[in-house]
């Protein structure tokens, strides 16, 4: 769609809202291109800070990964696009996803059933409303009517883990938003899923947006630990836990081995790190979207991984 795709973005992950503003600006200080957050529980919501953050920055996009669906109706996503859009044009992409059954249905109550149609029919609603200007429709989850003064091209993208998803962000979405999975499942499994989805619709593939957590630090150990409690919850959840068998760790959800760390954690130096992601940027995935993680005081491995991630920036101009 109209936003440019920038090789590389940062996870801007912050308690409060005005720490993820001034993340985002040093994002763009630093020559980064792209800027994510995720919404998610009761934590400040991302596209009311990004509205803040369009209008104190100049250059850099910002997108979601993710707005959760089931909470919100998609023409209130729409209206939210719409504002964020008059704000900026062109800066902000939409990432939206189902979550996770526990999640949804302990915060908010939902009647959680076929998430994949659910993600299907929300999908269908929002990028009528939103790129053709006027949505009608009446499905198992979700009933829309709406029209816009006029359409928006703002890109709507999903979040996707297993491969049928892969393959309906490929036959409706703008992108796939991957989370915690290793670069050889999304290369060799999730990439040919998204191509074949979007060959099925007669339409171009779109990118994959893939996730990778990094720790700047050397200390092996201490990598270890950072990969295995960052991944230690999600490796629980039935989506993931499928998604991780198929990537060839079956038993994740009970024990998070070495390998799938280091499958996983792109870690090392910073020139190291810049080294990886400029590799992973021209393996054929859409964009990275680099999450520092490390024990402790969250700001100093945010610190460090915007640096690499900036210097992966640079290289890859400079190539």
């Not at 800066?91 to 908010?108: A, D, K, Q, S, Y």
């Not at 929002?126 to 091209?153: I, K, M, N, W």
């Not at 989805?197 to 994959?208: I, N, Q, S, T, V």
Request: glycine content about 10%; hydrophobic content about 45%.
């Amino acid at each position: 769609m109209s936003a440019a795709r920038p090789p590389i973005g940062v996870v801007a992950s912050a308690a409060e809202a005005g720490d993820a503003l001034a993340q985002i600006e040093e994002a763009e200080r630093l020559g980064i291109p792209a800027a994510w957050m995720t919404t998610g529980g009761t934590r400040a919501d991302a596209l009311t800070i990004f509205g803040a953050a369009l209008a104190r920055t100049e250059r850099i996009i910002l997108g979601s990964c993710i707005v959760p669906t089931w909470p919100r109706h998609p023409v209130l996503l729409a209206q939210q696009t719409r504002a964020l859009e008059e704000i900026s044009p062109g800066r902000f992409r939409l990432g939206i996803g189902p979550g996770h059954e526990p999640g949804m249905v302990h915060t908010f109550g939902v009647e959680w059933r076929t998430p994949l149609t659910h993600l299907r029919e929300y999908l269908h609603v929002l990028t009528t409303l939103l790129h053709e200007g006027e949505v009608e429709f009446e499905g198992s989850h979700v009933t829309a009517r709406g029209r816009l003064d006029a359409p928006l091209s703002t890109p709507v993208m999903a979040s996707a883990l297993q491969l049928r998803s892969y393959r309906l962000c490929g036959e409706l979405a703008d992108g796939a938003i991957s989370w915690n999975s290793p670069a050889a499942y999304l290369l060799e499994r999730a990439l040919p899923a998204l191509q074949e989805g979007a060959a099925e619709a007669g339409r171009e593939p779109p990118p994959l947006i893939a996730h990778v957590p990094v720790c700047l630090s050397e200390d092996r150990e201490l990598v270890l630990a950072a990969g295995k409690g960052h991944l230690g919850r999600s490796a629980q959840l039935p989506f993931y836990a499928g998604m991780l068998a198929a990537a060839g760790y079956p038993d994740a959800a009970s024990n998070i081995e070495e390998a799938l760390v280091d499958a996983l954690i792109v870690a090392g130096s910073e020139q190291q790190v810049a080294d990886r992601l400029a590799e992973l940027a021209g393996t054929g995935l859409g964009e990275l979207l680099v999450l520092p993680i490390g024990p402790g005081d969250p700001r100093q491995w945010i610190e460090r991984g915007f640096a690499a991630a900036a210097r992966a920036v640079d290289q890859l101009r400079a190539a």
